[in-house]
C-alpha cells in the first residue's frame, strides 16, 4: 500500500489526541487551544479513524462513560450520517460499549439508528491492525460482537477527567454549561468565534436544523445580545464580539471556529478510499480519477470549514491532467493539515 | 498529443475498460499517431484515429466500422476527462478509409499491443502507413506531405504506394507532384 494515507493519518490523530486532551482524556498530549474543540464530531470522526488505533478509541469511550451527558446524541447522529454506514455501526458499538459500562440507557436513538446497518455486513476486525487475529468468538468483547465487530477486551480504567473551561478551546463546552444543553450555546460559540451568518448558514455549519437555530437566534435578538441586520428574505446575525466575552467572562483572544466534522469527514473520505481501494490506486489512471472525484468532493467541505482554510490555494481540477489530480490533491490536504495543526491547534 | 500522452491515455483506456461492463476491443489505429507510437516519426497531433474494429470470424482477423458501445465511448470519456482533454481524444473520422480500401494484409503487418485484457490496439506498419499517406498526399496535401518527407522513404517504398494508389484509382499526374514533393522528383520523372 502507498505511503501517503498514514502521511496524512498521522497529523489527523495528532490533531484528534490534542482536542481529546483538551476535552480532559487522560493524555500526555499537550491540549488543543488556538480552534473550537467540536465534541461530538470528535468523537463521530474518532469511530471512523479509531480503526486504526486502538489506544485513540478506547481513551474516547474513556472519556464518554464520564463526560456523556455534554454529548448531544441527536448531533452525533447527524454528523455520523454524513461519515455513512461504517462509522455509524461503530459508532452503535461503542456507545452500546458506554451504555453498558455506565448501565444507563444512553443515546438509544444513535444506537437504534446505527442497527439498521448490522444486517448489511459481514463479521470483521474493528481494528485494522489486527485484521485475522479474532478468528474465533473466543476472548472477544460480547458487546461489539453483537455490532459484527470483533475486538478484544476496551481497555476502560476510567481515568479521564472533564474539560478544562478555562482552556480558549473548550467555548462550546463552557457555553452549553453556561445555556445549558439547547441550541443557544453552540450558536453563541459559533457568532463569537467565526463572526455572523444566516440562520441557515449557521445550522449548517453547526450541523443543527435551520429551524431550531432561527428561533434561538430570534430569541437571543429579543434579549438584546444578538444583532440582526434584515435583508428581505434572510436576515443577517451577528454580536458585539468583545462586549459579549467581557459579559461572559470569555479571555480577550477568543479561539477560531472550524466545521471539524466536516474537516475530518474530508480526511476519513481520502484515507478510507485508499483502504477500502487499494487495487485501483496501483493502477496509475483509476488512481488518478478517483482522486479527480475526490477532489470535487473534498475541496469544497475543506474551503468552506473555516476562514483561515478559504485562504489556501486549492487544487483545481480543470487545470490539471492525469496523475496531477492526485499530487495536487495531496499536496492541498497537506498544508490544510499543517496550517490546521501547526498554526491551530496548540 | 505526443508519444508519452498516447501511450498514456491509452493504458488508461485499458484501465478504464477494465471497470467497465465492456466487451473487448480490438482496434486498428492509422493515422500520424500510429507512426509516433512506433517511433517512425516524432511531432504532436490532435488525437488517436480509429479506422477500425477487428474482431474473429471462423479464426479470421475481420475488419469492421466501428461503433463505439456505450460502455466503449463512457471510457473513452473517462480517460478524457481526468486528462483534461477533449472528449474525442479517441476519434472514429477516419473509418471511411474501410469504404476506400485498405491495402490487403494490412493486420498481418500491423504491431499489436495490448492495455490489459480488454483493450487491444494494432498500429498499422510503416509498409501501409506510406501507402495510405500517399494517397492521403493526393487528396489533402499539407501535413501528410510533411509526414512522407519526415519518414525518409525509399524509392522502393513509394513506387509501391504509387502503384497501389495508381490501382485506387487516383490520377497520376497527382501522385507523380506529390513525389516531387517528398523528395523522390528523380523517381517521378522515370514514372512520368
Known sequence: ?346 | MDLSMAETLLRGLGSALETEEAEHVDILICGSMAMILQGVISRRTRDIDGAAFISTVNGELVLSKPYPSPAFRRAIERVGSVHNIQKHWLSFQSKTLLDDGLPDGILERAITRDYGSKLTVRLISRYDMILLKMKAAVARGGIDIEDLSAMNTTQEEVSVGFDWCLEQGYPKESLLEVLEKIGHGELAKRFA
Not at chain 1, 505511503?3 to 488543543?32: C, F, Y
Not at chain 1, 448490522?118 to 476486525?125: K, S, T
Not at chain 1, 445549558?180 to 450555546?185: L, S
Open chain 1, 1 to 346: 500500500m502507498e505511503n501517503w494515507p498514514s502521511d496524512l493519518l498521522e497529523p489527523v490523530k495528532e490533531i484528534m489526541w490534542s482536542q481529546w486532551a483538551a476535552l480532559g482524556a487522560n493524555l500526555t498530549v499537550e491540549p488543543a487551544r488556538k480552534s473550537v474543540v467540536d465534541p461530538e464530531a470528535l468523537f463521530v470522526a474518532t469511530c471512523g479513524f479509531g480503526r486504526n488505533d486502538a489506544r485513540l478509541f478506547d481513551e474516547a469511550m474513556d472519556w464518554l462513560l464520564e463526560n456523556n451527558e455534554r454529548i448531544k446524541p441527536w448531533r452525533l447522529k447527524r454528523i455520523a450520517r454524513t461519515f455513512g454506514a461504517d462509522t455509524q455501526r461503530v459508532l452503535g458499538a461503542a456507545l452500546d460499549y458506554v451504555a453498558d459500562a455506565a448501565g444507563k440507557n444512553l443515546f438509544p436513538g444513535v444506537r437504534e439508528e446505527a442497527k439498521q446497518y448490522l444486517g448489511e455486513v459481514q463479521r470483521e476486525d474493528l481494528f485494522y491492525s489486527e485484521k485475522g487475529r479474532h478468528s474465533e468468538e473466543k476472548g472477544v468483547d460480547p458487546i461489539f460482537l453483537k455490532w459484527n465487530l470483533l475486538r478484544g477486551a476496551p481497555r476502560i480504567r476510567e481515568h479521564s477527567g472533564t474539560p478544562n473551561t478555562g482552556n480558549p478551546a473548550n467555548l462550546m463546552v463552557k457555553l452549553r454549561e453556561f445555556y445549558g444543553t439547547g441550541t443557544r450555546a453552540d450558536v453563541m460559540t459559533y457568532l463569537l468565534t467565526a463572526g455572523g451568518g444566516s440562520s441557515n448558514e449557521i445550522a449548517v455549519r453547526l450541523k443543527y436544523n435551520q429551524k431550531g437555530v432561527y428561533e434561538a437566534l430570534e430569541e437571543m435578538c429579543a434579549a438584546g445580545t444578538v444583532h440582526k441586520y434584515s435583508k428581505a428574505r434572510n436576515g443577517y446575525y451577528w454580536v458585539e464580539r468583545d462586549d459579549m466575552a467581557k459579559t461572559l467572562g470569555l479571555p480577550v483572544e477568543l479561539p477560531v471556529f472550524f466545521v471539524w466534522g466536516d474537516i475530518y469527514f474530508a480526511y476519513y473520505l481520502l484515507i478510507s478510499d485508499c483502504i477500502m481501494n487499494v487495487e485501483s490506486h496501483q493502477d496509475d489512471f483509476l488512481s488518478a480519477e478517483r482522486m479527480r472525484n475526490l477532489t470535487v468532493k473534498i475541496v469544497p467541505l475543506l474551503r468552506n470549514s473555516g476562514e483561515p482554510l478559504s485562504q489556501l490555494a486549492m487544487p483545481d481540477i480543470k487545470r490539471q491532467s492525469g496523475i496531477e489530480h492526485k499530487d495536487k490533491l495531496l499536496d492541498y490536504m497537506k498544508r490544510v493539515l499543517h496550517e490546521l495543526r501547526d498554526t491551530y491547534t496548540l
